[in-house]
């Protein structure tokens, strides 16, 4: 596929595709049109021509045909989840200008198909992105079967490996600030409990406020919109002065928003609601979701950088880059009692 094939299928200009697809123009086009553009780059296995590139630039040196691998560290249904579909978007993306594909993605719970590893072993791709928390014995499984290998996520690895984090720890300890600034202590936590550097970040939270936590208003829930609408239930049955919620992602908080309005009350004049990682969809969702805004576009913009260097030998000392974050303040946070 050329470039001029994309641009008759998206409808838009050969060179609107060039400066998208070959360049690191935001300003070519709209959101959706740029979306698109890279939907049917992807689907027909486009990749930019870099030796051409590389000559029009006098570099000699830039390889060609180049692939890496994700995995999807924390659960199969990662590939669903709003963060991780955008954040493996925005690395499929930045690693298309640098001549490289995402030749395949995988979750954790693969590995334990025979399939999969035979997939892996028999792959010749340069390295691999790991998306999400991973356990020590699947870190030792890539380090064994990839040459190359980054993580980009919000817990911090404690291993020599390339890094790309938004703190997740604190983000989750601000958002907990967030809350007590206006006035909330009964602050209840949807999400997981596990090993997870946010809940963590909620429970010394309380702790250094002289906060008594309470169980019954903490509950286990998956990542997802379901989890985030049976925990919050389970929670509400349990209590009912609870005056805000800190959830785990924003997938958590919108599924928690059904369930606390079906139980009768009002957002955010009853209970308030406060997420993490500004999805696209939190916007939409009413009230509109406050949140914690994470940079994923450029996590993955920065894990594939990241990866292709380490595989052109730009770098060999393991780096470790933190990301900022922000607040982002909608309608679904008001005063405490």
């Known amino acids: 596929m ?108 693969d590995l334990h198909s025979p399939a999969t590893i035979r997939q892996v072993t028999d792959s010749r791709v340069d390295g691999v992105a790991i998306l999400g928390r991973c356990d020590k014995e699947t ?20 291993a020599d490996y390339d890094q790309i984090v938004c703190d997740g720890y604190a983000v989750a300890y601000d958002a907990m600030n967030y809350l007590w600034e206006k006035g909330h202590t009964r602050i209840g936590y949807i999400g997981d409990t596990k090993n997870e550097v946010r809940y963590q970040a909620y429970r010394n939270f309380l702790k250094d406020h002289r906060i008594l936590a309470d169980n019954r208003i903490i509950t286990q829930a998956a990542a997802s919109s379901a989890g985030g609408y049976e925990g919050a239930g389970r929670i509400l049955e349990r209590t009912d002065d609870i005056t805000a919620f800190f959830c785990m992602n924003d997938i958590t908080a919108i599924g928690a928003i059904k369930a606390i309005q079906e139980k009768g009350y009002r957002i955010p004049e009853d209970i308030s609601l406060i997420g993490m990682d500004d999805i696209e969809l939190a916007q939409f969702v009413s009230p509109m979701l406050t949140t914690m805004h994470i ?38 946070c008001g005063p405490g009692p």
């Not at 963060?83 to 993306?93: G, H, K, N, T, V």
């Not at 870190?139 to 817990?155: A, D, E, I, R, T």
């Not at 996590?299 to 030998?313: E, Q, V, W, Y």
């Open 295 to 332: 940079p994923i576009g450029e996590m993955g913009k920065m894990t594939a950088k990241i990866l292709i260097d380490r595989i052109r030998g730009g770098h060999t000392l393991p780096m470790k880059i933190s990301l900022p974050y922000y607040p982002v303040t909608r309608e679904s």
């Open 2 to 109: 050329t470039l001029k094939d994309i641009a008759r299928e998206a409808g838009v200009s050969v060179s609107t595709v060039s400066r998208i697809v070959n360049g690191n123009s935001t300003s070519a086009a709209g959101k959706e049109t740029r979306d698109k553009i890279w939907s049917i780059a992807r689907a027909h296995g486009y990749v930019p021509n870099t030796s051409a590139q590389a000559l029009r630039c006098g570099d000699a040196k830039r390889q060609t045909d180049n692939s890496i691998a994700c995995l999807f560290a924390r659960s199969a249904d990662a590939p669903d989840d709003p963060f991780f579909s955008a954040l493996i978007r925005s690395i499929e993306q930045a690693a298309l200008k640098e001549g490289f594909i995402v030749k395949y993605s995988f979750s954790a719970v």
């Open 139 to 158: 870190l030792k499984f890539l380090k064994q079967h990839f040459k190359k290998v980054v993580y980009s996520g919000l817990n911090m690895l404690h």
